[in-house]
């Protein structure tokens, strides 16, 4: 509540005031690749439901999901070490 006369305002913010563009481009492509993964992987039943063929000594489905958990570490160490090389220059990458 506004108490004399104060303006009140809420609002939703994704990023800090002055966040450099390219931080906030790649922030949103991350976000939006590990979205899919996760989605992919809630219905992993509508693109791996076969027990055969076997793969590396799993059932088919077992392995479309093992290999889903590989690609989103893999994102993920690319966004950390993409992170960790723009704090080390102290500026935009």
Do not use: C, H
């Not at 509508?46 to 489905?61: D, H, T």
């Amino acid at each position: 509540m506004a108490r004399n006369g104060e303006k009140s305002e809420y609002r939703f913010t994704v990023f800090k005031p002055g966040t450099p563009k390219n931080v906030k481009v790649r922030s949103i492509v991350f976000f939006i690749i590990l979205a899919i993964i996760i989605f992919v992987q809630s219905f992993y039943w509508i693109f791996a439901n076969k027990v055969e063929p076997y793969v590396l000594g799993m059932p088919y489905s077992m392995f479309f999901i093992v290999l889903l958990i590989i690609i989103e570490f893999i994102v993920l160490l690319l966004l950390y070490f993409l992170e960790g090389i723009n704090e080390r220059k102290g500026g935009d990458v």
